[in-house]
């Protein structure tokens, strides 16, 4: 092992309030578990903790190629982390593509872990390196810690009996080890899972165990890194807690709300990424009542969803971008039908096929306006990996109680994300009021409405005495047969669109974090809000007066909005797409003067330079 620019010393503890690590390499090199482990063992330690998986969209890309890096970020505090964070004090590359893709990130000065048993003449030249990184002094600003970890995972396994392939595959828990010799952290986590994840191959769960070993006391006894460092655990309202993804905790608030509700939960959906994984872990939960169909296109899945509606259940289907679309048509039966029906949108970068693993608000409009004709629906967005729990209980909810369908917007970047999050008692969820009837009246029609929300009644078929038509064609406003008259389709389109409207008087105000009026008003939705928050935090604390209205509800607008927007000097409106929210707001308050700031790269924004960006805003005034 070499370490470049630092001289060998005794140890020192370093204590930090928060660190920025990433784990890079080839997609082969267990980058994602890697990081999962380490962020695991920080949360059960007691830090706030955030993450951000990143990698390619081909399934087994070129090795050692420059698209082919995967990596792992992970941010872990004693603070409030409200993102993966933005410059790295660490970054752990398994290869020279890794070191080059992602060196930019690194803040001078600060450390480098490679495994220079990668650093061949041919890795370097797929990494488009003309010279040896490692010896023509272009690092000379970072720390640089140079280990042979696939030598000496070689020689940790050599008496093991295994081949070279699941020789090499472990390397990364060297670097692993390593790592958790640098922050403080027990191994002990690691290893369990080992024990559990293999228990039917307890040679791999061993060989795993003395590699992860192996790079922690080797870390340890050369005392040639100068710094451990120590992250205190954070102060979190009490209470039981687990580390949780997007895509996890909208599996789960979708299990709360048919458990509240007293319906059986049906998932029809098509795989796609980055929404895939909703469907993994709802098909696990069969002894709940789930039932998952893995349908063969995105309009089988839809459509089976709408059948499973019509039959009484909480209906679901997931998607992404590309299958929004093609689900469009069926959307408009359900929205014709008036039975409730969630569709979640796990927004990717486009267009067509686009950037399947990278994140993106690309999807706002085609959730708004991607129908034919007059369609309506309730949208609404999860921001954060724990949150997407919330709002997908209220996405059930909102459905059930206004018996329209609601698109439920969260992305690639909060569904792969990770945090803690804080298990809620179901008893604590709020009521779900069904607008199942299971008895005739003598005055009973189909389209019978609440005076209220407008929303009808939903009758289950084999419901004596309830039986009614229902269909794509216009209906009929009382009876539910088809109609071609001229003023009861008017009136149908009003009753409908009047119907997500008054959804309005149901769901919360729009709230102004930090300063309900000032000199500048930042307006985000979705994913982007940890980058917000963090942003408008850091120069609010300088005394700016600096507000943060964050939208969850996008149809219908909170009640509110005008009033909020109205008491900022500037808007400016933050996007990962071309504008879609500012085209919306600027047709609907048309009165106001917005500022855009976009961003359409496959990642998410920079807290540093959202503050640059308002900073000059604000010094404008």
Same mark, same amino acid.
């Given at each position: ?300 899945? &839809? ?40 569709? &979640? ?23 708004? #306006? ?113 109609? #071609? ?20 008087? #149901? ?36 005394? #700016? ?18 009033? &909020? ?57």
């Amino acid at each position: 092992m070499a370490v470049n620019n630092i001289e060998p010393n005794q140890t020192e503890v370093e204590s930090l309030s928060a660190v920025v690590i990433r784990f890079v390499g080839d997609s082969g090199d267990g980058m994602q578990l890697t990081g999962t482990q380490f962020t695991d063992t920080s949360a059960m330690f007691g830090n706030d903790v955030a993450t951000f998986p990143n990698y390619p969209a081909e399934i087994r890309a070129p090795q050692g190629s420059l698209y082919g890096v995967s990596g792992f970020q992970v941010h872990i505090g004693s603070i409030e982390i409200s993102t993966p964070g933005d410059d790295l004090d660490l970054l752990v590359a398994m290869n020279p593509a890794g070191l080059k893709t992602n060196l930019h990130a690194v803040k001078a000065g600060h450390t480098i872990i490679v495994d220079i048993d990668a650093f061949s003449k041919k890795n370097l030249q797929k990494a488009e390196y003309e010279s040896n990184p490692l010896e023509d002094g272009s690092l000379e600003n970072y720390r640089v810690i140079e280990v042979s970890m696939t030598s000496m995972t070689k020689e940790s396994l050599k008496d093991m009996g295994l081949d070279n392939k699941s020789i090499t595959r472990s390397k990364n828990m060297f670097a692993l080890g390593m790592v958790y010799w640098m922050y403080d952290r027990e191994m002990d986590h690691t290893l369990n899972f080992f024990n559990q994840k293999f228990k039917y191959k307890p040679e791999v769960a061993e060989a795993n165990a003395k590699v992860l070993k192996a790079g922690f006391f080797y870390a340890e006894t050369l005392e040639l890194i100068p710094n451990a460092y120590k992250i205190s655990p954070s102060e979190m309202q009490s209470g039981t807690y687990r580390i949780v993804n997007g895509n996890t905790a909208t599996a789960w608030g979708f299990l709360a709300a048919a458990e509240k509700s007293g319906l059986e939960l049906f998932l029809g959906s098509y795989p796609i990424t980055p929404a895939t994984d909703i469907l993994h872990e709802l098909v696990k939960h069969k002894n709940f009542g789930v039932k998952a169909f893995q349908a063969e296109d995105e309009i089988a899945g &839809v459509t089976s969803a709408i059948g499973a509606s019509f039959a009484g259940d909480l209906a679901i289907t997931t998607t992404s971008g590309p299958g929004l679309a093609l689900k469009g048509e069926a959307i408009g039966l359900a929205l014709m039908t008036e039975l409730p029906l969630v569709i &979640v949108n796990v927004q990717r970068g486009g267009p067509s096929t686009g950037l399947p693993t990278k994140t993106e608000q690309s999807d706002l409009l085609q959730a708004m #306006y991607g129908r034919n004709g007059e369609s309506p629906v309730i949208v609404i967005a999860a921001s954060t990996p724990s949150d997407c729990f919330d709002y997908a209980y209220i996405a059930a909810k909102l459905t059930l109680e206004h018996m329209t369908p609601v698109i439920l917007l969260t992305d690639g970047y909060i569904a792969n994300g990770s945090e803690p999050w804080r298990i809620k008692s179901i008893n604590d969820m709020p009521e779900i009021k069904t607008k199942i009837i299971d008895e005739r009246s003598e005055t009973w029609h189909p389209y019978d409405r609440d005076n209220e929300t407008l929303s009808r009644n939903w009758a289950i078929p084999g419901s004596a005495g309830l039986e009614h038509r229902v269909g794509g064609l216009e209906k009929d406003k009382i009876t539910g047969n088809v109609s #071609y008259i001229p003023d009861n389709h008017e009136y149908m389109t009003n009753i409908r669109a009047e119907k997500v409207k008054r959804v309005e008087n #149901y769901i919360p105000d729009l709230q102004a974090e930090y300063n309900e009026e000032g000199d500048l008003l930042v307006i985000g939705w979705g994913g982007t809000y940890g980058s917000l928050h963090s942003a408008v935090r850091r120069l609010d604390s300088k005394g #700016y007066k600096i507000g943060h209205a964050h939208f969850h509800y996008l149809n219908p607008f909170p009640k509110n909005t005008a009033e &909020v927007l109205s008491k900022f000097k500037k808007i400016i409106i933050c996007e990962l797409n071309k504008g879609q929210l500012a085209t919306i707001l600027k047709g609907r308050f048309a009165e106001h003067e917005y500022i855009q700031y976009n961003k359409v790269m496959g990642l998410p924004f920079s807290v540093t330079d959202l503050t640059e960006k308002f900073k000059n805003l604000l010094k404008e005034n």
